[in-house]
């Protein structure tokens, strides 16, 4: 079905299936379709135990030179002014927002595709209670930014940018 929707609309040099689990029957067949496995990332996953209510009580779950190495980082972004806030609006940064997406976007090795500007504030819209969009600002200027979706139970990294030069 792939193949035939990409005759019916031109040329296409790239279909991606992706997120399929271990689990699943049928993904081999797409082998025979010329298809072919590719490895990518790994997700990070961070069981919270619910015994941790404050950013303290994951770094004390650290080994010790982990832990040192978060509040290094932590006192090196304090002491430049830095401050992390969750950003409810971002509909009047989307400009900012989409600037520092490119810086990151612009240096990755594959870029299936390219985000328009009002692709974040369209999807906070749209997922509402579910979107996070925290930002790094120096003043009211916005260095860097990382957005979250809530599913289920889980929270999962979505898209970031931020400014190499402050960086």
């Known amino acids: 079905r792939i193949r035939r929707a990409d005759k ?61 190495g978060a509040k290094k980082i932590v006192k090196e972004v304090t002491n430049a002014g830095i401050e992390l806030e969750h950003l409810k609006n971002i509909d009047p940064h989307a400009t900012r927002l989409h600037e520092l997406y490119m810086n990151v976007h612009s240096k990755a090795a594959v870029r299936l595709v390219t985000l328009p500007p009002d692709y974040l504030p369209t999807l906070a819209t749209a997922c509402g209670d579910q979107f996070r969009c925290t930002v790094a600002k120096r003043g009211s200027e916005i260095l860097g930014f990382i957005t979250s979706l809530k599913d289920g139970d889980t929270s999962v990294g979505y898209y970031i940018g931020f400014d190499y030069e402050t960086n």
């Open 8 to 68: 019916l609309s031109g040329q296409t040099d790239i279909v991606m299936v992706k997120d399929f689990t271990a689990e699943e029957n049928g993904v081999d067949i797409l082998e025979s379709y010329g298809y072919r496995p590719v490895e990518t990332d790994p997700n990070m996953v961070l069981e919270i135990p619910e015994s941790w209510q404050t950013f303290d009580d994951y770094l004390n779950s650290l080994a010790s030179k982990y832990r040192s």
